[in-house]
C-alpha cells in the first residue's frame, strides 16, 4: 500500500518559537494533503486541507497565520506552527488520499513548554 | 454540517464474546472508513465501504454500511486481547474530496 512518511516523530520547544513538520507521500503524488489534530483521548479534527501550488483551505476556528502550511512539491507539504504556545500541544497527522483510500502518517507529536 | 457519532465511546468484553460498534452519519456520502489507533500510535485503515449494503470482513471485525440510514457498523466476533484499541469511523468524499469527518471514536478493551 501507499505510504505517507511525517518528519519529526515527536519535538518538544519553548513556548515563543515555531516548529516546521513535513508531511511526504513516498511512493505517489498527492495534490492534496490534510492536516489533522487530535488532543489527548479525543477525536482527529480536520485543520486544513493542503493543495499543491495553491492557498491551503482552513477549517473553521483555525488561525491560518498561526498554522502556516506550504504544499510546494507533489509529495510534500509542511506544516508550521508559528509562536507556539503550551495549547498548541498536541498529536498532528497528516493524510494523502490515493486510489480512493486515505494514508495517514505516523503522526508528530507536539510538546510546548 | 456534516456530523459523525459513534456509540458506545467506551466498550469493555471479555475475550470470546461478540459485540457492535455503531456510526451514525447526518448527510450522505460517498464512502465511509474504519480506522483503528493503538496507544500513541497514527491510524490503521481498516474498511472502506463505497455502497450501500456493503459488507467487508477481515478476520473478527467485519463492517457494514446502509446509506439509507445512514448508518454503519463494526462487528466484533470472538473477541481477542490484540483487538484492544480504539476505533473510528469516518466519512467523507462528494464535494470535499478526501476530507474526513470522525466519530468520537469508540475505546475498546478485551479482557481475558
Known amino acids: 500500500g501507499a505510504v505517507v512518511s511525517q518528519h519529526p516523530s515527536r519535538v518538544i520547544c519553548k513556548s515563543g518559537t515555531s516548529v516546521k513538520i513535513e508531511c511526504r507521500s513516498l511512493?505517489?503524488?498527492?495534490?492534496?494533503m490534510f492536516w489533522y489534530r487530535q488532543f489527548p483521548k479525543q477525536s482527529l479534527m480536520l485543520m486544513a486541507t493542503s493543495n499543491e501550488g495553491s492557498k491551503a483551505t482552513y477549517e473553521q476556528g483555525v488561525e491560518k497565520d498561526k498554522f502556516l502550511i506550504n504544499h510546494a512539491s507533489l509529495t510534500l507539504s509542511t506544516l508550521t506552527v508559528t509562536s507556539a504556545h503550551p495549547e498548541d500541544s498536541s498529536f498532528y497527522i497528516c493524510?494523502?488520499?490515493?486510489?480512493?483510500?486515505?494514508?495517514f502518517g505516523p503522526g508528530t507529536r507536539l510538546l510546548v513548554l | 454540517e456534516l456530523k459523525v457519532e459513534q456509540n458506545p465511546l467506551f466498550l469493555s468484553m471479555q475475550e470470546g464474546k461478540n459485540y457492535t460498534i455503531y456510526c451514525n452519519y447526518s448527510t450522505t456520502s460517498d464512502r465511509l472508513y474504519w480506522y483503528r489507533q493503538d496507544p500513541g500510535k497514527s491510524l490503521e485503515s481498516l474498511f472502506v465501504l463505497l455502497s450501500n449494503g456493503a459488507v467487508k470482513q477481515e478476520g473478527r471485525l467485519m463492517a457494514s454500511l446502509d446509506t439509507k440510514a445512514r448508518l454503519s457498523t463494526l462487528h466484533i466476533t470472538a473477541a481477542v486481547h490484540d483487538l484492544s484499541a480504539t476505533y473510528f469511523c469516518?466519512?467523507?468524499?462528494?464535494?470535499?474530496?478526501?476530507?474526513?469527518?470522525f466519530g468520537q471514536g469508540t475505546i475498546l478493551t478485551v479482557h481475558p
Open positions: 493524510s494523502a488520499r490515493h486510489q480512493g483510500t486515505q494514508y
Open positions: 469516518a466519512v467523507g468524499g462528494g464535494t470535499s474530496y478526501g476530507k474526513l469527518t
Open positions: 511512493d505517489f503524488q498527492a495534490t492534496t
